[in-house]
């Protein structure tokens, strides 16, 4: 089974939790604070494979997770980071957001790496927090999470021509032809099912044809197998349409062209400009030569040349690669967009600051008044809450930023609960606050 399309759940490892720890030296009663820092997450990422062919190994392994950072440890010791976890994808991978639907990578050539979900950034420990006031910090700051995402993988063959036409036209018989692919042949519709590849040497040429299933009248609002791998047309730089002529299938070859063509444009726009090259098939069997006429006529008004071949027997067949790989030749490499994952960065450093914390909302859910902010909510969910230093030194960042005052404004009083992020908190004057 060809799977090209899978959601899965990553998520980066958490950082590693600051150590509260004190230098313990001979005849130096009480030393200085030597808590290390915690290891960072691991990250989750995406590596490109070219020896790869489908997204099926997904189908068992949906949630990928990266390994988690060690604590950091006594003597100014640093945990360690956790792994990251590298997971291969095949060349052509689309990588997006389920939720948000944000393009988070496009792997198009082998080796190429993203970040799908990134490991979270380790805490300090409490030598970091000695300041000339405070001597010996009695608190260290949690490990950040690891970010989750949803995300789905889309995998878009990536051929430089495109097979396309109605079920049974010949488009397989036409790539066993040209190149040492072997895809089922059979004399009827949708035999093809999954997007086969043919490397196809002409002269000093090669060029990578994609066979695709046929394509039928609805395509583009999901009616038939088609539908599903019009995606891979989207990215081919040259269709060869093939149209079966021959009497004997009792289609109209105008008609099958004009339905194709339709369904293109209405799949994507931009589809139907693609360059085309069209090939009247089955030009062996009787009475194909004239309906041949007819299309080539039709189509002649509009500058799309049609070629006369068999795919059975050969005949038209060199001419045709001599057309495509002329063609080729004529047209750009395909521009594709290659979007890095945030991977290039430097890992940052969260620091919540004033301006960061002062960009808060304050509403109320009932009798609990809400603060919304981004740099509030990342500096609880980083502060111990269990430990007294801790919560005093969150309460002095909040009121320093603003935010207590805020609050007060906002009609809070001795005894309100205050929620940010997934925190409750009791606000008591004397006490500064507790937790909920
Ligand atoms: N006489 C004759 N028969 C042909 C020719 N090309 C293909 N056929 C026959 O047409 C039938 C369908 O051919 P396929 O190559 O499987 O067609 P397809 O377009 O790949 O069909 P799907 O995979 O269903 O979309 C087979 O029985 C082939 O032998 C040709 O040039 N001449
Ligand atoms: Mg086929």
Same mark, same amino acid.
């Given at each position: 089974m060809f799977v090209d399309y899978v959601e899965v759940q990553a998520k980066g490892g958490d950082g590693g939790a600051g150590a509260v720890a004190f230098r313990r030296e001979k005849y130096v009663p009480r030393g200085g604070p030597a808590g290390g820092d915690g290891g960072r997450g691991g990250s989750v990422i995406l590596q490109a494979d070219a020896a790869l062919r489908t997204l099926k190994d997904f189908r068992y392994q949906k949630h990928l997770r990266a390994r988690n950072g060690q604590p950091g440890g006594s003597s100014d010791k640093t945990g360690a980071d956790g792994e990251d976890l590298v997971v291969q994808v095949p060349v052509g991978t689309i990588v997006r *957001? +389920?939720?948000?639907?944000?393009?988070?990578?496009?792997?198009?050539?082998?080796g190429q790496r993203a970040v799908m979900a990134r490991g979270g950034m380790g805490g300090r420990g409490n030598?970091?927090?000695?300041t000339a006031v405070h001597r010996t910090p009695k608190f260290a700051e949690k490990g950040e999470a690891g970010e989750e995402r949803r995300a789905s993988l889309e995998l878009r063959v990536l051929a430089d021509v495109g097979l396309i036409g109605y079920?049974?036209?010949g488009k397989s018989t036409l790539l066993s032809r040209i190149s040492s692919a072997r895809p089922k042949i059979a004399?009827?519709?949708?035999?093809?099912?999954n997007p086969v590849l043919g490397v196809v040497e002409a002269g000093d040429d090669s060029f990578v044809v994609a066979d695709i299933p046929g394509l039928i009248e609805g395509a583009a609002d999901?009616?038939?197998?088609g539908h599903e791998f019009l995606?891979?047309?989207?990215?081919?730089?040259l269709l060869v349409h093939v149209v *079966? +002529?021959?009497?004997?299938?009792?289609?109209d070859p105008i008609r099958d062209y004009e339905v194709i063509r339709r369904e293109l444009a209405l799949y994507e726009a931009g589809l139907e400009v693609k360059p085309e090259i069209v090939v009247a098939n089955k030009?062996?069997?009787?009475?194909a030569p004239a309906r041949a006429c007819a299309l080539a006529e039709a189509l002649e008004s509009k500058g799309v040349p049609v070629l006369d071949i068999s795919a059975l027997t050969g005949e038209g067949v060199r001419a045709l690669l001599y057309a495509v790989s002329a063609r080729l030749a004529q047209l750009p490499p395909e521009q594709l967009p290659i979007v890095h994952g945030p991977?290039?960065?430097?890992?940052r450093r969260y620091t919540a600051r004033g301006p960061r914390l002062r960009d808060v909302s304050i509403s109320r859910d009932g009798d609990v008044f809400v603060v919304i902010g981004e740099g509030a909510e990342r500096l609880v969910e980083r502060?111990?809450?269990?430990n007294e230093a801790a919560l005093n030194r969150l309460y002095g960042m909040l009121a320093r930023a603003g935010v207590m005052d805020a609050l007060r404004e906002a009609g809070m009083d001795e005894g309100d609960t205050i929620r940010i992020g997934d925190t409750e908190f009791v606000f008591a004057e004397s006490y500064n606050m507790r937790r909920g």
């Open positions: *957001d +389920v939720d948000t639907g944000e393009l988070i990578a496009d792997l198009v050539a082998h030598a970091r927090f000695a079920p049974n036209a004399d009827y519709a949708f035999t093809t099912l999901g009616v038939g197998l995606r891979h047309i989207v990215r081919t730089r *079966d +002529v021959s009497e004997f299938s009792g289609r030009i062996d069997m009787p009475g991977e290039a960065e430097e890992p502060t111990d809450l269990d």
